[in-house]
């Protein structure tokens, strides 16, 4: 099983950026796509972004497309998630994903909170 622990969350004004990271350990090589979901009270858990750990594919949410951008390290296990022009409605705690496919992602991680709050 993959391990995920997220960091990075926060507390920023709105058009500010922040950027989130994500370490897996474990069984990673059991995992082809890493991704990111966002989780705002009362509201249900939504896909925000996806990368191959290739590389070669990523996939972004249209609520945050355009703003958020998703990259990996291979070396250090890692995956980001830059978040720019941030605002209140992306306010949520975000979670690390792992899976074989970006259709078949599992949450994995603790999450981190994101306020964006002026």
């Known amino acids: 099983q993959v391990q995920l622990v997220e960091s990075g969350g926060g507390l920023v004004q709105p058009g500010e950026s922040l950027r989130l990271s994500c370490v897996a350990s474990?069984?990673?090589?059991?995992?082809?796509?890493m991704g990111w979901f966002r989780q705002a009270p009362g509201k249900e858990r939504e896909f925000v972004a996806a990368?191959?750990?290739?590389?070669?594919?990523?996939n972004i949410g249209d609520s945050v497309k355009g703003r958020f951008t998703i990259s990996r390290d291979i070396a250090k296990n890692t995956v980001y998630l830059q978040m720019t022009s941030l605002k209140p409605e992306d306010t949520a705690v975000y979670y690390c994903?792992?899976?074989?496919?970006?259709?078949?992602?599992?949450?994995r991680g603790q999450g981190t909170q994101v306020t964006v709050s002026s």
């Open positions: 474990g069984r990673t090589f059991s995992t082809n796509v």
């Open positions: 990368i191959s750990w290739s590389g070669d594919s990523t």
């Open positions: 994903a792992a899976g074989p496919g970006t259709a078949t992602l599992v949450v």
